[in-house]
């Protein structure tokens, strides 16, 4: 079982569309036995509310329905989880800080996985939706298959059923 938290600052634009982008990657693939795929914010600003719904609707026109409650990210989700995704450098210092650097080695911008490592830059200033959803997708895409390449064992079970 890989544990994956997508981060982003508020939880209700870049994380969860992370979110529900790689589970219907890895349901695309038959591999979601294989996961446990959550997502958080940095920040305690936009707790209990939905995704915003520019982001839910560049998602639905790209074919991927669902819903998302925003939560704040704590030391224990940071404990329990094996690869923490941030969306950008802000949100990388943010949880840097929060940990006091000690949980380094698993926390990841999710672009650094592309061969053209960058910010997901943030649609709620950009307003460009899909370009997020874009590099988004490259992201998830480009971890995936780092995990299929460099981590296979950890598929081994869905292999076999
Ligand atoms: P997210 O987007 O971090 O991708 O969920 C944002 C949501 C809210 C704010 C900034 C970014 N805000 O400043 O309220």
Known sequence: ????AFVCLGNICRSPMAELIFKN???????N??????SFGTSD?????PIYP???????????????????ITLRDVKNNDYLLVMDS???????RMTCGEYGGKIYKLCSFTPNPRDVA?????????????????G??????????????AFEYDKRH
């Open 1 to 4: 079982m890989i544990n994956v």
């Open 140 to 153: 998830c895409k480009c971890f995936l298959e780092y995990l299929l390449k460099e981590k296979s064992e």
């Open 33 to 38: 036995l294989s996961f446990r795929i959550t």
């Open 90 to 96: 802000s949100n990388l210092m943010n949880l840097l």
């Open 122 to 138: 943030d649609p709620w200033y950009t307003r460009d939706f899909e370009k997020a959803f874009a590099d988004i997708e490259e």
């Open 45 to 49: 600003e936009e707790e209990g509310n």
């Open 54 to 72: 520019p982001a839910k609707r560049t998602l639905l026109m790209h074919g991927i329905p669902g819903n998302h409650v925003a939560k704040q």
């Open 25 to 31: 990657m890895v349901e695309e693939r038959g591999l």
